[in-house]
């Protein structure tokens, strides 16, 4: 059985994956005479940069996230299916899903990376990862619910599990949600748990290297550690978590932490594509990429983003695994696919370094732009432009400006709700 797709003159180009790679591609292939079939396991696009702000109850998330159907209303040569590949069939160019077999032309596997637990299975079980907009859901709802169940608790140390938190990685991601969590500690749960000890609170950054924000200068990792202590977060270097059983953390210095939540940031891996050629697996489960993200051993199968490892003079580890190289991947490629269509050659990718930033919290943040360092509320605003221009859809641009300016004028999120799946009220905690 195949899927119900119309068949066409044009060639088939199937974008597996609708993240910042795989959209941008469709959006450039979409005046192209190909016919484009959009692959992926939702029916929307996630901004994920922003996943830690619905975490920390800052966003909804329908802010930052945006329907594929309504990015392509009216464009006849793009098809949306919601679907998983299961794998790939080279020599048929066929694709096999759970709603039947897809033909193709061309493959672009666009498909990302997912949280990495250096295979530690304990901690994969019993960890919070953040890599999508219902995990970051569920990191509110267990935050929320933990110290709605710690007001009940009378026994100091159980108290402490519940309302102390451990977080693993030192990068942006690592550094935004800490910064987030020791705003909220300080402005918001007083207001909300005046009868919570919030000073009481301790935040967790535990980071194995021996400095923050590994990809950036030394001036912004010096910066962020500095934001971070200033606002009681107790970051701790050259240490690595070993084991975590959902109450206690225990770190590779033989030290414990009590806490009922490890939000880990640690690192990221390839998601698997079956079928393809052995000689196209890299090393962290990404796929080996020429200059014109072609996959290794194949002719007519490219791979665009997270999951590309492509080698150039200055990254002979690949490219940073970031928006902005999913994005100029993807540019690249459908620059390439008109070429093929009018018999030309395809042009070889250079990827170029726009800037790292990342925020600590209001009026802090670091930023290293091309030629320009700076530190504190001017990169602070620069970020917050980025993103907000970033968004898709005026809608979302808009709410998300408007939660921006209310929080920092009243300090006070008002998102703080727990939604989850129809189940049991909040048990009492034992003492």
């Not at 020791?182 to 748990?193: G, I, Q, S, T």
């Not at 007519?300 to 940073?320: L, Q, S, T, V």
């Amino acid at each position: 059985m195949k899927i119900n797709i119309p068949e066409s003159d044009q060639e088939r180009i199937v974008i597996v994956g609708g993240g910042f790679a795989g959209l941008t591609l469709a959006r450039e292939l979409k005046k192209q005479d190909y016919q484009v079939v959009l692959i992926d396991k939702n029916n929307y696009h996630q901004f994920q940069p922003l996943f830690y702000q619905v975490a920390m109850a800052g966003l909804e998330p329908s802010s930052i996230v945006f329907p594929f159907r309504k990015a392509f209303q009216g464009e006849k040569n793009i098809f949306i299916r919601v679907t998983e590949v299961e794998r790939v069939d080279t020599a048929k160019k066929q694709l096999h899903t759970p709603l039947g077999l897809c033909n193709y032309d061309y493959l672009v596997l666009a498909i990302g990376a997912d949280t990495n637990f250096f295979g530690n299975e304990e901690i994969a079980r019993k960890a919070l990862p953040m890599k999508s907009v219902s995990e970051a859901l569920s990191l509110r709802n267990r935050i929320l619910t933990d110290f709605e169940i710690a007001l009940s608790v009378t026994d100091y140390e159980r108290r402490q599990q519940l309302i102390d938190i451990v977080i693993v990685g030192g990068g942006p991601t690592g550094v935004e949600v800490a910064g987030a969590l020791a705003e909220m500690k300080r402005y918001v749960l007083p207001k909300d748990y005046p009868q919570l000890p919030t000073d009481e609170i301790d935040i967790h950054l535990v980071e194995g290297a021996d400095r923050l924000l590994l990809g950036m200068s030394d001036e912004a990792a010096g910066k962020a550690q500095e934001f971070l202590e200033g606002l009681d977060v107790k970051v701790r270097l050259n240490t690595m978590v070993t084991g975590f059983d959902g109450e206690v953390a225990t770190l590779s210095d033989g030290s414990q932490i009590p806490a009922h939540k490890l939000i880990w940031a640690a690192g990221v891996t390839g998601n698997k594509m079956p079928g393809l050629p052995q000689e196209a697996l890299a090393k962290g489960n990404r796929l080996a990429v020429d200059r014109f993200n072609r996959v290794a051993g194949t002719e007519r199968i490219f791979a665009i983003g997270d999951i590309a490892y492509m080698e150039e003079e200055d990254y002979p580890k690949g490219h940073p695994q970031v928006a902005q190289a999913a994005m100029q991947h993807a540019k690249n490629l459908g620059k390439n696919f008109k070429r093929l269509a009018k018999g030309t050659s395809m042009q070889p990718f250079a990827y170029r370094d726009l800037g790292s930033m990342a925020t600590i919290g209001r009026n802090r943040a670091v930023a290293d732009l091309p030629g320009f360092k700076f530190q504190g509320a001017f990169a602070w605003l620069i970020w917050l432009f980025v993103h907000l221009f970033q968004i898709l859809g005026v809608k979302n641009k808009v709410f998300i400006f408007i939660n921006w300016v209310w929080n920092y004028l009243t300090y006070d999120q008002s998102l703080r709700l727990i939604i989850r799946p129809k189940e049991g009220p909040i048990k009492a905690a034992k003492d």
